[in-house]
């Protein structure tokens, strides 16, 4: 995208001796324009937030010069589908269940299957209801896959997305109503009776 100083030298030139309304109407088309160049050269999302004056989702015409119009860029789509396939490619594969159980939650309690449509300010948490989640990341269940695969997919995701999103391993607290399956008491041992918290992807944008 251009530069803030070229943006700025250009629309000087461009609304030169113009009327306020019309110098509105010539912002709002430099916006546009540059919105749809940037996302057609792949430099940015097609799914983005606009404030226009500070006004979430407001009209580009609707702004009063100078501005702002602010893009704000979405790429909640990639990071949670490249946090699932991480996820997934490291999951037990005897019948593939668990690979199949991985949810997506935002504000805590909505599980959510479109990522496009999701706020840009959101908090995504990914996690998995199965009850011996916890057992596969600590490396405490016989299988064939490597102990900490919400840990080292946390890795990947920050080497690929770090720039943009903060993304950290936590184990969580789930709360009812998100699955069936969750949340688990403990059954033994010295917490027997107590709830099991689940390893999850933490994500926020930056």
Do not use: C
């Not at 990639?78 to 999951?91: G, Q």
């Not at 490597?146 to 690929?160: I, K, M």
């Amino acid at each position: 995208m251009a530069s803030f100083a070229t943006f700025e030298r250009d629309l000087k030139v461009a609304t030169a001796g113009l009327e306020p309304d019309a110098i509105n109407a010539a912002v709002a088309k430099f916006a546009r324009e540059e919105i749809a160049r940037v996302v057609a050269s792949g430099e940015g999302s097609p799914n983005f937030d606009r404030y226009v004056n500070g006004r979430a989702g407001a009209a580009e015409e609707s702004v009063q010069a100078p501005g702002p119009i602010l893009y704000v860029f979405n790429w909640w789509a990639d990071i949670i589908t490249a946090a699932l396939e991480e996820l997934v490619k490291r999951s037990p594969r005897k019948s593939g269940r668990y690979a199949r159980s991985f949810l997506v939650v935002v504000g805590g309690r909505t599980v959510v299957t479109d990522f496009t449509k999701l706020r840009s300010d959101a908090e995504v948490v990914i996690f998995n209801p199965q009850p011996y989640t916890r057992r596969i990341e600590t490396g405490s269940m016989s299988l064939s896959v490597p102990a900490r695969h919400f840990e080292t997919a946390r890795g990947a995701l920050r080497r690929r997305f770090g720039n943009s999103y903060r993304v950290e391993m936590k184990f969580v607290e789930v709360p009812g109503g998100i699955s069936t399956m969750a949340p688990y008491r403990l059954r033994t041992g010295k917490r027997a009776g107590a709830m099991l918290t689940y390893p999850a992807l933490v994500m926020n944008a930056l």
